[in-house]
C-alpha cells in the first residue's frame, strides 16, 4: 500500500514515547478481544477510552500515518493495556507472543518493522475479505504494556501495486465508498420497537410499569460504520427483567443485501430483584448477512427489512 520508512519513523517516536503511562488514571474498559481486529486478546487487558487517551499517544499514532507521505490516511486507532496488580514487565515479551497468535488465528499477517529501546513498531496485514492494513507500536513499562495501533486507509489520490500492476487506491477496499448509492440506501437511523398495553403496579409505590417492551436500533453511517441497540424487558410480580445488547463494525452491502462485519458484541442480563445475578460478556464476532429490501407505508415513511433464516424484522427511518 504505501512504504514506510521504519528506521527514521523511529527515531521521531521515541523523543514522543518518552513517558511513563499510568494506566490506572486512564479511563479505561475491560477488552476480550480488540475491537478492530476482532482478534481475541491476552487476559487482562484494558481499553483505554478515546477522551482518556494520552496526547503523547495520539501524536505517535499520526507520526506513523504521516510516514506514508500522504499515501495514507487514519482510520479508526485503538489503546490497549496490561497493567494489573499481577502484571510485571518481564511478562510482556509472552503477552505479545500471545497477541501476535491471536491476529494469527484471525487471519492477521504480524511484521516487525523496527526497534529502538523498548519501542517496538510494526504492522499487522489482513488480506481476506478485503485488505485491511494497521500501524502501531508497543512499549512495556515497569506498570504496564502498551498496545497501540491505527488503521491505514488508502488516501484517494493514492496509487498501489497488485500483481505487478498499478491501480488507483480505492477506500472501497475496507468499506463501502462514501456516497455509493448501495451504501446511501441503507444511511441513516432505523428503529423497531414494541410496548405492551398490560402494566404491572407496584403495590407500595403505587407505580406501574408496561408489563414487556422491547425496543431495536440501527444506525448505519457514510463511512461504512454500523452500532446497533436492542433491549428486551419483561417485569413480573414487580421483578424486571431485561436484556440488552450492543453491537458496533463495519458493513458491506450491495443493495441486496447487507453483511455485518462486528468488531463489538455485548451482552448484559440484568434482574431487578436479584443485582447480584447480573451477567455481562463480550460475545462471539461473527459475521451477519441479511437480504435486504426496503419499502414504504400508507403514510410515506421509509423502512429497511432484513431477513435471515430466523424471519424478516423491519425497521422504520428515524426522522432527525
Known sequence: MCEINFRSLLTSLAAVVVFVLTVQAQETELAASSSITAARLPAGAQRLLPASVPAEINDALKKIIESGEGKIVQGESEVLAWADASYRKADAAKLIRQLQGNLEAANWIY??????????????VQETPTRRLLLGFYVPTDEALLVAWTEALPAASSTSSVNGQTRPAQATETKPAQGSSSSLQVVGTWTNG???LLQERNTITGATTPSNGSTFKYVFTTDGRFEFVGLMQSTMYGCTTSLFNQKAGRFETDGKSITLIPSKNFWRQQNSCAPNSTKERDYTLER???QLRTKTDEHGKAFICLTSAKGETCYRREER
Do not use: A, P, Q
Open 194 to 196: 414494541s410496548i405492551s
Open 288 to 290: 451477519e448477512t441479511f
Open 111 to 124: 511484521e516487525v518493522g523496527g526497534k529502538e529501546g523498548d519501542l517496538t513498531v510494526f504492522s499487522v
